[in-house]
C-alpha cells in the first residue's frame, strides 16, 4: 500500500516553517525545537537569540491581500501563544529564568520561491 502525498496546504506549511527556520539560523538564532505543541495552543519555533527565548509564529501567506502574514495574528492567536509559552515553561524549567519574546516570520511567495522577514517583539503582554 502506498501512503497519500500530503494536501498541498499542509506541503506549502511545512516547506514555509523550514524556510522560516533556515532564515531564524542565518539571523544568528539556535533552533530548540519546532511545533511544540499543547491543547491550549502551538509554538512553531522555539529558538534561542543572543541568550533570549525567541517563541516564533511562522505566518504563510501568498501575499499581502489581506494585510500580510502579521496582520493574522489576532488577539485570540496571540492568547493561544502565550498559554503555549506557559506549558512550555512549565514542562522546561531551564528555560524558564531566560528573558523571552514573541517574534514572527513572514512567509510570502509561491512555495518553489519563499521570502522570509523576521519581525522581533512582534507583540507584548
Keep these: 500500500m502506498?501512503?497519500?502525498?500530503?494536501?498541498?496546504?499542509?506541503?506549502i506549511g511545512r516547506a514555509a516553517e523550514d524556510a522560516a527556520c533556515r532564515h531564524l539560523e542565518r539571523a544568528g538564532y539556535r533552533i530548540l525545537a519546532r511545533n511544540f505543541r499543547h491543547r491550549l495552543g502551538e509554538l512553531d519555533v522555539v529558538a534561542l537569540d543572543e541568550g533570549v527565548l525567541a517563541l516564533v509564529e511562522v505566518r504563510y501567506r501568498s501575499g499581502s491581500r489581506y494585510g500580510g502574514a502579521a496582520a493574522s495574528v489576532t488577539p485570540a492567536k496571540q492568547r493561544r501563544l502565550v498559554r503555549a509559552a506557559q506549558v512550555l515553561l512549565s514542562r522546561h524549567r531551564e528555560?524558564?529564568?531566560l528573558p523571552a519574546r514573541f517574534d514572527f516570520v513572514e512567509v510570502t511567495g509561491r512555495p518553489d520561491r519563499l521570502n522570509c522577514r523576521l519581525i522581533r517583539a512582534a507583540f507584548s503582554l
Design 95 to 97: 528555560l524558564a529564568g
Design 2 to 11: 502506498t501512503a497519500r502525498p500530503a494536501p498541498a496546504h499542509l506541503r
